[in-house]
């Protein structure tokens, strides 16, 4: 039996509606096992986050709390019948669950918000739309069990952004969620939180923002690695109806894309297009097992989806999409050509900041070697290059704001694409500033003034429409 792990979008449970969808769902997939994994209701893990940062003012603490009880209660109003025994369960729960936020505030306001109190605290959110996702489905006589993904998946201490410790997550998996698939008599749908797993000693860890995405796959990796059923697919429904081309912010005209494999959609999960969570594929990728990203609203649309699986259309250019705040930084020296370590240098630096460095290109006279961070770790980059004797000595260290623009498909190897990609961009002048592919990347990124972001996107896309979209002639 097909066993499908469907994740549930906080922007798609909002209100009387979107539970009743709950349950077309259930009945459009009902040859299947169903894993329900819920996000947190929409704005409730930002409404967290900064409660947790801002707690000196107990007037506004009370005012974001009240907030948070009001986002749930005025869901579970319109969902259950107020006299029903599940309307009392739940509203007494959320009860609970608050007087035990509210602890945790104390807490922090006495000892500072460290790593591991954020984590806790941004948890709530999905204990609270999974607890009431499962209690909706008891209410309406389906058999559904709730699983916080705690006591499922181990991750390692990195709080707020948590990896993954297989094994131990699979052995869990194997004692807890594979029996309740398993049981033949039943047909229960397991509701799993999303986003929070635990560390070995029992702290609760967060897999990063937009992580119930990454929960949904670990669990797929998992039930693959260790249940009998290998037929598993992950479904993402969203309030979109899949990945875009290109972000419409850049032009209205973009278009879906259907099918891409792996290695693409991770390039493109990573340039931002926050549809995705970036580090989700990894789960599923070995055992090629597929995950669709659907519209909550059109559960039962056939063409228009995204599929990510072993198979994509080659021919196409899956996507254009841009990092808009980044600097680009410059080091040159003319005496240290042929010096070995001196990337090592500049990467240790980096490392030691905590700063991301993204894209990274150095002309082969290793005269010139520029890199790319966040604006925001920028300045903190470009003081401690100065700071660092070695550079502040024998190197110029130049930066300048920028944008990049990255062309993710299989067809961007072909010399032809980048052809018609540089012929575009001569049309209004745009100088490429820095550009980078490796050996089998299937995507090039190319670095611009940023001014002329909006201009080299469109002059791409136009220039590259037949190849860029071609759900645009099926149609
Ligand atoms: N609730 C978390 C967030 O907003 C996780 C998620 O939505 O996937 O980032
Ligand atoms: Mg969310």
């Known amino acids: 039996m097909t066993i499908v792990i469907m994740k549930i979008g906080g922007s798609c449970l909002i209100d009387r509606h979107s539970f009743k969808n709950i349950l077309k769902i259930i009945g459009i997939y009902n040859k299947s096992k169903k894993i329900f994994v819920a996000s947190a209701f929409s704005g409730v893990t930002d409404l967290l986050q900064k409660t947790a940062e801002n707690l000196e003012d107990p007037i506004e603490v009370d ?38 936020l509210e602890d945790t505030f104390a807490d922090i306001r006495e000892f500072g918000l460290e790593p591991y109190y954020k984590d806790y605290v941004l948890s709530f959110g999905e204990f609270f739309s999974t607890f009431i996702l499962n209690q909706y489905l008891l209410s309406n006589g389906i058999d559904s069990v709730f699983v916080p993904a705690n006591k499922i998946i181990i991750t390692n201490d990195e709080f707020n952004n948590a990896y993954p410790l297989y094994e131990l997550t699979n052995s869990r998996i194997k004692r807890l969620l594979i029996p309740l698939l398993e049981n033949p008599r039943k047909d229960t749908i397991i509701c799993l ?21 990454y929960t949904a796959t670990i669990i797929a990796h998992s039930l693959y690695e260790m249940g009998d059923d290998k037929d598993i697919k992950v479904i993402l429904w969203k309030d979109v109806d899949g990945l875009l081309a290109i972000n ?11 099918n891409l494999d792996y290695n693409e959609a991770k390039h493109i999960a990573n340039f931002g297009a926050k549809i995705l969570h970036p580090k989700c594929l990894e789960a599923i990728e070995k055992s090629k097992i597929p995950l669709e990203i659907r519209n909550f609203d059109k559960p039962l649309e056939k063409v228009d989806f995204t599929k990510i699986s072993e198979f994509s259309d080659k021919d196409q250019i899956k996507g254009l ?32 900041n905590n700063i991301s460095v993204s894209l990274v290109a150095q002309s082969a006279s290793e005269i010139n070697t520029s890199f790319i961070v966040k604006r ?20 110029e260290i130049n930066f300048e704001d920028v944008a990049i623009i990255n062309i993710t498909g299989t067809k961007i190897l072909e010399n032809i694409t980048k052809a018609l990609i540089f012929q575009a961009l001569d049309k209004k002048n745009i100088h490429v500033k820095a550009l ?25 896309h136009d220039d590259l429409y037949e190849i860029l979209d071609t759900t645009r002639f099926e149609d």
């Not at 990092?323 to 042929?338: N, R």
């Open 63 to 100: 005012k974001n709390v009240a907030l948070i009880e009001k986002k749930h209660i005025d869901i579970v109003e319109q969902i259950f019948s107020e006299d029903s025994e599940h309307y009392s369960k739940v509203k007494e729960w959320i009860d609970d669950k608050l007087s035990e």
């Open 193 to 213: 939180t999303g986003y929070i797993g635990r560390n070995k000693i029992g702290y609760i860890t967060t897999l990063g923002r937009g992580g119930s995405d």
């Open 248 to 258: 419409p912010k850049f032009t209205p005209e973009s278009s879906l894309i259907r």
């Open 321 to 352: 999409s841009a990092v808009e705040d980044a600097v680009v930084i410059t080091i040159s020296s003319g005496s240290l050509v042929d010096v070995p370590g001196v990337l090592a240098k500049i990467f240790k630096v980096m490392s030691k």
């Open 376 to 395: 925001e770790d920028s300045k903190k980059a470009i003081d401690a290059l100065n700071k660092s004797e070695y550079f502040s000595h024998f190197f």
């Open 436 to 460: 980078t592919q490796s050996t089998e990347d299937l995507s090039l990124s190319i670095v611009v003034e940023k001014e002329n972001l909006i201009d080299a996107i469109n002059l791409i």
